[in-house]
């Protein structure tokens, strides 16, 4: 099998996770701005991943808007954020990011990654300030804004290796290519 690593990173977690994502699977590694549809439709399978921002997957129209040149071939994208792996916040993603007849084409998966203010640009910290402002203000936050108010502090790291198996399992499935 013939597989490419696609991936769109601000601070290093959808990077990880697509660096290990190519190892198991000896695939090549592209970052997303060095790489087209052209390459990526030369491949029999495309894993692309990117961090999630305000729901979004960070660069993921590079799949979704030419799935047709990737018919036949095995696609997984996934996403990587802060939250918790809740059933809830990955159907609100997956709804956010993908139609109906997308997902008939491509498997998504949710790997969480983490939350490091220190390593956002400019523009990623006055958004971030501004919710920070916003939960502070909330009288009941929940556990998951808790959790996010105080890694504004403390950075917080959840990218684990073993989180990658069910995506490198999907990719290896029926890989008639090492029958
Ligand atoms: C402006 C902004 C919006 C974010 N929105 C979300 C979000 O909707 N859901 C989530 O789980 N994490 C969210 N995050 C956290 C990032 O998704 C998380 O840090 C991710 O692991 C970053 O991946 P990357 O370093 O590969 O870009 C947000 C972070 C920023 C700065």
Redesign the pocket.
């Known amino acids: 099998m013939h597989a490419i690593v696609v991936y769109r990173?601000?601070?290093?977690?959808?990077?990880r996770y697509a660096g290990w994502i190519a190892e198991e699977l000896g695939a090549d590694l592209y970052e997303a701005s060095r790489c087209g549809i052209e390459r990526i439709a030369q491949y029999d399978a495309v894993v692309y991943g990117?961090?999630?921002?305000?729901?979004g997957i960070?660069g993921v129209k590079l799949i979704t808007n030419n799935l047709d040149r990737l018919r036949g071939k095995k696609v997984a994208v996934f996403a990587?954020?802060?939250?918790p792996p809740h059933e809830e916040?990955i159907r609100d993603v997956t709804e956010k990011n993908f139609t109906n007849e997308q997902l008939e084409s491509l498997c998504f998966f949710y790997l969480r990654?983490?939350?490091?203010y220190k390593k956002?640009g400019a523009p990623?910290r006055f958004?971030?300030s501004l919710l920070r402002l916003r939960l502070k203000a909330k009288k009941r936050p929940t556990a998951d804004e808790r959790g996010l108010l105080a890694a504004y502090d403390h950075p917080v790291d959840f990218v684990k290796r073993q989180n990658i198996a069910p995506l490198v399992e999907y990719i290896k499935s029926q890989d008639t290519t090492s029958l």
């Open positions: 990173s601000k601070t290093g977690c959808a990077r990117g961090g999630l921002y305000a729901a960070n990587t954020g802060a939250s916040a990654g983490g939350f490091d956002l990623d958004l971030m």
